[in-house]
C-alpha cells in the first residue's frame, strides 16, 4: 500500500519573491546540493508537496512555488495562460540566483514547464513530469465529458463560472476532488483540506487555474508546433500513477531522446500527498544520475 504516514518533519521557511509583476510565494527546506524546483497542478499549491519535502531536502535544495494565482502568490489576470506562469518560473529562478534547476511538474502545469525548458534550457538541469499531459497531445480529450472527461476544465475556463459555482463551497469541491482521484482512502486528510481550503477561499483565487485551463483548451496547435521545433532537450522523468502510461506516452512525444520512466503502482493522481515516499524513491535516483553525469562533463571539460 502507498505509505501515507507524515515523514519525519523538516526545517521550512517561507518567501516572497517579486517577479515578473507578481509577488510568487514559495517554501523552502535543504541547504545542499543541486536545486529542486517543484511546481503544483490543481486543485493544488506548494502544500501538494509538504509530504514529498523532507524526502528530498536532505540531499538538495528545494523551492516549492505557489503560481501565480494559487495559494499566498498575487491572484492571476483575467488573461493568465500557460505562457505567463512560464515566465513567472524563469524569473523566479532568475531572482533566487537557482539555475540550473530540477524541474519537478505535475497535471496542469505541464505546458508551463515545458515552455520554460524550450525557451530558458538555461534554466533547467532536469525535467519530471508527474501525472502530466499537453494540449496538443492528448490532454483536451481530458475535457471532453461526452468520452468521460472531467467537467471542471471547461467550467474553470468559462469567466465567471468558477465564483457563480464554487464560491463558499470550496472545501465541498476539494473533498470531491481529491476522494475521485486517489486511490488510498483519507490520504488526503482534513488538515490538507483545511490548508488548500484556506487559499482557494481568497478573492480571485479560481483566476490561476481558469487561465491555465483555457490554455489547456487552446493552445494545442501552437503547443505541438513549439515542440516539434524544439524537443525537450534535457534528461526527462515520466511518473506515471492514477494515470498510468499518459505521462510517458506524452513525454516520449516531446523528447529528444529517451524518456526515463516509473509507474507508481495503487497510487491516484495526486501522487506528491498520496505516496511521497514512493514519489521519492522514482525521483532521487533520476537526479542522481543527471548530477553525476554533469559533473563527468564538466570534469571533462575541465580537463
Do not use: C, K
Not at 506548494?46 to 538538495?60: C, T
Not at 494540449?135 to 469567466?159: C, K, M, Q
Not at 501522487?271 to 511521497?276: C, D, G, K, T
Amino acid at each position: 500500500m502507498p505509505a501515507t504516514a507524515e515523514p519525519t518533519a523538516v526545517e521550512t521557511a517561507h518567501h516572497v519573491a517579486h517577479v515578473n509583476g507578481a509577488d510568487l510565494h514559495h517554501v523552502t527546506a535543504g541547504t545542499t546540493g543541486s536545486p529542486v524546483l517543484l511546481v503544483h497542478g490543481f486543485p493544488e499549491t506548494w502544500w501538494a508537496f509538504h509530504r514529498l519535502l523532507p524526502h528530498l531536502a536532505a540531499a538538495h535544495r528545494v523551492v516549492a512555488v505557489d503560481l501565480r494565482g494559487f495559494g499566498d502568490s498575487s491572484p492571476a489576470a483575467d488573461d493568465h495562460s500557460s505562457t505567463v506562469a512560464a515566465d513567472d518560473l524563469h524569473g523566479l529562478i532568475a531572482h533566487l540566483g537557482l539555475g540550473p534547476v530540477h524541474l519537478v511538474a505535475q497535471d496542469v502545469a505541464g505546458a508551463a514547464a515545458l515552455r520554460l525548458v524550450t525557451a530558458h534550457p538555461e534554466d533547467v538541469l532536469s525535467l519530471t513530469a508527474v501525472e502530466m499531459g499537453l494540449a496538443g497531445y492528448g490532454l483536451e480529450a481530458l475535457a471532453d465529458v461526452t468520452r468521460g472527461g472531467s467537467w471542471h476544465i471547461g467550467a474553470l475556463a468559462t469567466p465567471g463560472v468558477p465564483e457563480l459555482l464554487l464560491a463558499g463551497r470550496e472545501r465541498a469541491f476539494l473533498e470531491a476532488t481529491f476522494r475521485g482521484l486517489t486511490a488510498t482512502p483519507d490520504a488526503v486528510t482534513d488538515a490538507d483540506l483545511t490548508e488548500l481550503s484556506r487559499t482557494y477561499a481568497r478573492p480571485g483565487a479560481w483566476r490561476g487555474a481558469a487561465g491555465l485551463y483555457r490554455s489547456v483548451l487552446t493552445e494545442g496547435d501552437e503547443l505541438r508546433t513549439l515542440l516539434t521545433g524544439h524537443p525537450v532537450s534535457v534528461p526527462v522523468l515520466a511518473v506515471g500513477a492514477g494515470g498510468g502510461p499518459f505521462t510517458a506516452d506524452t513525454l516520449a512525444q516531446v523528447a529528444a531522446g529517451p524518456v526515463a520512466t516509473a509507474q507508481l503502482d495503487g497510487v491516484g493522481h495526486y501522487a506528491a500527498l498520496e505516496a511521497p515516499a514512493e514519489l521519492a524513491a522514482a525521483l532521487l535516483p533520476f537526479l542522481r544520475r543527471v548530477d553525476a553525469d554533469g559533473a563527468d562533463v564538466d570534469g571533462a571539460d575541465a580537463g
